[in-house]
C-alpha cells in the first residue's frame, strides 16, 4: 500500500496501516469536511483481541511516502461479525459543520471575521485577505455564517475563494490560485505524466435550466419595493427567453448595489457544464481546486473547477473520480 495510516492514541503512535482494507477518502464541494473511511481487521480470540486499539475519537493520520496529508477523527464504527470493523472519519472542518454560535461582526474585513470565528473553535487558519466590510450579526451554524461571508465577498468583488483543510488548517485562498497540474508515472523507473492524459469513463451534461440573464437587486426592507440596481444580457435573454434572479440587500450595502448586480450576472448567466470521469490518483486532485483538460472526442477540454474527488486504493493501485464543473 503506497498510503499508510498511522493511528494517535493517548499520544503514542501506531501503524495500522497492515491491518486496514478499502481505505477510500474524498471531499465534496458542498461539504468542507473530507471524509475517510477504512475496514479494520478485527478478532474476539484473546491472543489478537490486543489489535483492538481504535475508540471513538481518536485521530487518524494519512500518510504518503511519509509526508502527511491529512489528520481526522474517528467518529463511526460498525462491527461486521467477529472478524472486522469499519470506520468513518473527518477531518477538522467536521466541527465548523457541527457547532452553531452566536457572534457579531461590527463592519471588520471579511479575512478577520473569519479568522475570529476560527479561533472561537480553536481551528488553525491561513486566510487569505479579503476586505469586504462584514457587519452582521449570526446566530446559525459555524459553516454557513463562513459561507455567507464569503458569498459577500463574491458578490462584492466577483472573486471566487475556496476552502479546504490542509492538514490541520483550514485554507481560503482565491479560486484562482488553486490551478493544480498533476503528474503521476506507472512505475519508479517511467517518466511522469500529466493525469489528464489518461481519463476514463467521462460523460458530460450541459444544462440552461439554472441561468439567469437579469439580475434585480432590491431592498430587503418588506414594506418597500425600492430596485437599487439592474444588470441584464439582452442577446442571452433573446435567445433562452427571461430568467430573473432577485438579490435583497440592506439600504447599508446599496453603494454596492451595481457591483453585486454585475457580480452575480457574470456568475449565473452562462450553460452549465458537468463532467464526472476517473483518472490515476493523485494527492492534489481535491474539491475546490481547478485543472485544464483537453480530450477531444467527448469534448472535455477547457479549465474545471473539482466539486468532489473520491480516491481509492486497492492492490497498490490509487484511483480517483472526480465530478467537474467548466469555468473557462
Not at 495510516?5 to 501506531?14: A, F, Q, T
Not at 491472543?47 to 474517528?74: M, P, Q
Not at 479561533?119 to 449570526?138: A, C, L, R
Request: proline share 2%; charged share 25%.
Amino acid at each position: 500500500m503506497g498510503h499508510e495510516l498511522v493511528l494517535i492514541k493517548s499520544g503514542k503512535k501506531y501503524n495500522i496501516t497492515e491491518l486496514v482494507g478499502n481505505l477510500s477518502w474524498g471531499s465534496n464541494i458542498d461539504a468542507v469536511s473530507e471524509e475517510l473511511t477504512f475496514d479494520y481487521a478485527y478478532n474476539d480470540y484473546e491472543n489478537i483481541k490486543k489489535y483492538d486499539i481504535i475508540e471513538l475519537g481518536d485521530t487518524v493520520i494519512l500518510f504518503n511516502e511519509g509526508k502527511a496529508l491529512h489528520r481526522y477523527k474517528i467518529m463511526d464504527e460498525s462491527v461486521n461479525g467477529r472478524v472486522s470493523k469499519s470506520y468513518t472519519c473527518y477531518d477538522y472542518a467536521f466541527y465548523l459543520n457541527s457547532n452553531k454560535t452566536i457572534i457579531q461582526f461590527k463592519g471588520i474585513p471579511a479575512s478577520d471575521a473569519i479568522s475570529k470565528l476560527c479561533d472561537k473553535f480553536n481551528i488553525k487558519h491561513n486566510i487569505s485577505p479579503m476586505s469586504t466590510s462584514i457587519k452582521q450579526i449570526y446566530k446559525e451554524e459555524v459553516i454557513n455564517t463562513i459561507n455567507d461571508i464569503m458569498d459577500q465577498v463574491k458578490k462584492e468583488t466577483g472573486s471566487k475563494y475556496r476552502m479546504e483543510m490542509v492538514d490541520d488548517t483550514l485554507t481560503i485562498k482565491k479560486q484562482t490560485d488553486l490551478l493544480i497540474k498533476p503528474m503521476v508515472r506507472n512505475s519508479s523507473i517511467t517518466p511522469l505524466f500529466p493525469v489528464t492524459s489518461a481519463i476514463s469513463n467521462p460523460s458530460k451534461s450541459t444544462s440552461v435550466v439554472e441561468m439567469k440573464n437579469k439580475v434585480i437587486v432590491a431592498t430587503s426592507d418588506d414594506k418597500s419595493t425600492k430596485i437599487f440596481a439592474e444588470s441584464s444580457d439582452t442577446a442571452n435573454i433573446k435567445k433562452y427567453g427571461l430568467l430573473t434572479e432577485i438579490i435583497t440587500v440592506d439600504a447599508k450595502e446599496a453603494a454596492q448595489a451595481r457591483n453585486i448586480a454585475k457580480n452575480t450576472l457574470a456568475d449565473l448567466n452562462k450553460a452549465v457544464e458537468d463532467v464526472s470521469l476517473d483518472l490515476l490518483g493523485h494527492d492534489d486532485i481535491k474539491a475546490g481546486r481547478l485543472m485544464d483538460f483537453n480530450e477531444p472526442i467527448t469534448g472535455v477540454i477547457g479549465r474545471y473547477l473539482i466539486k468532489s474527488a473520491a480516491h481509492s486504493e486497492a492492490n497498490g493501485l490509487h484511483k480517483v473520480s472526480v465530478q467537474l464543473e467548466k469555468v473557462s
